[in-house]
């Protein structure tokens, strides 16, 4: 009979997991990645999997999660750090970490595995799915409060938001010569909104 892991060892198998299986997501799709792919690239026996995650719909979810979490932290950060620089340099480092994130290949994930995310998302759980919007909410009003502004609807900004992200997921109806501008265009309007 193996050993019983301790926290700390569970901690790491469980995290390992979650970077080569988020790996693979980005490289492969959702589709064409299994819980036999996420383990074997983690070196981890197909049944701790279980021991973490339910399903792969679960470790699918806690990727999604994490994006969330990390992208608002990302932003978090970038606003505590430009906090104290006039409105015009703090607009442009705005940009830059946005079009750092655009740019990565999470992001590049999510759009392109965009249909396929909110497929899964809308059979996966209905509660999990009000919690992850729950979190979106929670994580713009913070972000709005770090930048002390008053009356802008978080349902205004979410929803700016996800135009710039599923109009880039959409680039067969783009001409790809002017993503880019596009893209700045439009998160100048989500700025003028804000009034940054």
């Given at each position: 009979m193996p050993r019983e892991l301790t926290e700390e060892e569970k901690k790491?198998?469980?995290?390992?997991?979650?970077?080569?299986g988020t790996n693979l997501l980005l490289r492969f799709g959702i589709r064409r990645v299994s819980v036999e792919d996420?383990?074997?690239?983690?070196?981890?026996?197909?049944?701790?999997?279980?021991?973490?995650?339910?399903?792969?719909?679960?470790?699918?979810?806690?990727?999604?999660?994490?994006?969330?979490?990390?992208?608002?932290?990302?932003?978090?950060?970038?606003?505590?750090?430009?906090?104290?620089?006039?409105?015009?340099?703090?607009?442009?480092?705005?940009?830059?970490?946005?079009?750092?994130?655009?740019?990565?290949?999470?992001?590049?994930?999510?759009?392109?595995?965009?249909?396929?995310?909110?497929?899964?998302?809308?059979?996966y759980s209905q509660e999990k799915l009000d919690k992850l919007e729950a979190l979106e909410e929670?994580?713009?009003?913070?972000?709005?409060?770090?930048?002390?502004?008053?009356?802008?609807?978080i349902e205004i900004i979410r929803n700016y938001t996800h135009i710039i992200f599923l109009g880039v997921g959409h680039t067969e109806l783009m001409n790809e010569t002017y993503l880019d501008e596009t893209v700045e265009v439009l998160f100048d309007g989500l700025l003028n909104y804000l009034e940054v």
């Open positions: 790491f198998e469980r995290s390992r997991l979650m970077k080569c996420i383990v074997k690239e983690a070196g981890i026996a197909k049944g701790s999997f279980y021991n973490y995650f339910r399903s792969k719909d679960d470790f699918i979810y806690e990727v999604v999660w994490q994006f969330h979490e990390e992208m608002f932290l990302n932003f978090k950060q970038l606003l505590s750090r430009i906090s104290t620089l006039e409105k015009e340099q703090q607009r442009g480092e705005m940009k830059k970490i946005f079009f750092t994130m655009y740019k990565s290949p999470t992001f590049e994930f999510f759009l392109l595995e965009n249909s396929e995310i909110r497929n899964f998302l809308s059979r929670q994580k713009y009003q913070e972000l709005l409060n770090l930048c002390n502004i008053q009356n802008k609807s």
